[in-house]
Antibody, heavy 122, light 111 residues
Framework: EVQLLESGGGLVQPGGSLRLSCAAS????????MTWVRQAPGKGLEWVSG????????YNADSVKGRFTISRDNSKNTLSLQMNSLRAEDTAVYYC???????????????WGQGTPVTVSS | NFMLTQPHSVSESPGKTVTLSCTGI????????VQWYQQRPGSAPTTVIY?????PSGVPDRFSGSIDRSSNSASLIISGLRTEDEAVYYC??????????FGGGTKLTVL
């Protein structure tokens, strides 16, 4: 059974940093691209970042470019999102997601974690 | 930039068929696969359609997806509506830069 368990969310001040993690199990992590998707309170889904199977290619939404960095450790089956220069508008639940098919890169979520909340406020 | 637009809300009666639309703006809807997600209040999204018209195991065949190149839109069709289908539905595809794009979501009310 595919399991994606996010952690690392919490309250952070504007301008601060936070590192989210996603522990993956139930599938061969190194065979799948991965993505982060977020959802602000009462709002829709927003695609944030994607990473290829090797980690050599990353993609970011314009709203987080230069501030967020997606990475992965295939030896530990872990996906990460380093978030710097956080703003109030980054407040959201952050979901880790896996595509349905293996391959070098696929930005389409299929399986979703339960999410970890991030609040940026003073 | 490629965007996806969805109607904000749709209402229909139990047992009826509803079609939720997703229109591509600034690019062809057929350039990349479209996915559809269902999200109930307080829960993470789940996939109901992937690769335009494929249904994950466990999703009832009341759910189907299609692409219309002439209108540059994708559709999620739900037949035999049930109260448990009440949720927000999001379409998703990709832009030319390999980044994901979501529509704004359609709140489906079954009453």
């Amino acid at each position: 059974e595919v399991q994606l368990l996010e952690s690392g969310g919490g309250l952070v001040q504007p301008g601060g940093s936070l590192r989210l993690s996603c522990a993956a199990s139930g599938f061969t992590f190194s065979n799948y691209a991965m993505t982060w998707v977020r959802q602000a309170p009462g709002k829709g889904l927003e695609w944030v970042s994607g990473i290829s199977v090797s980690g050599g290619s990353t993609y970011n939404a314009d709203s987080v470019k230069g501030r967020f960095t997606i990475s992965r450790d295939n030896s530990k089956n872990t996906l990460s999102l380093q978030m710097n220069s956080l703003r109030a508008e980054d407040t959201a639940v952050y979901y880790c997601a896996k595509p349905g098919v293996s391959g070098s890169y696929n930005p389409a979520p299929f399986y979703w974690g339960q999410g970890t909340p991030v609040t940026v406020s003073s | 930039n490629f965007m996806l637009t969805q109607p904000h809300s749709v209402s229909e009666s139990p047992g009826k068929t509803v079609t939720l639309s997703c229109t591509g703006i600034g690019g062809s809807i057929a350039s990349n696969y479209v996915q559809w997600y269902q999200q109930r209040p307080g829960s993470a999204p789940t996939t109901v359609i992937y690769e335009d018209n494929q249904r994950p195991s466990g999703v009832p065949d009341r759910f189907s997806g299609s692409i219309d190149r002439s209108s540059n839109s994708a559709s999620l069709i739900i037949s035999g509506l049930r109260t448990e289908d009440e949720a927000v539905y999001y379409c998703q595809s990709s832009d030319s830069g390999n980044r994901g794009v979501f529509g704004g979501g359609t709140k489906l009310t079954v009453l």
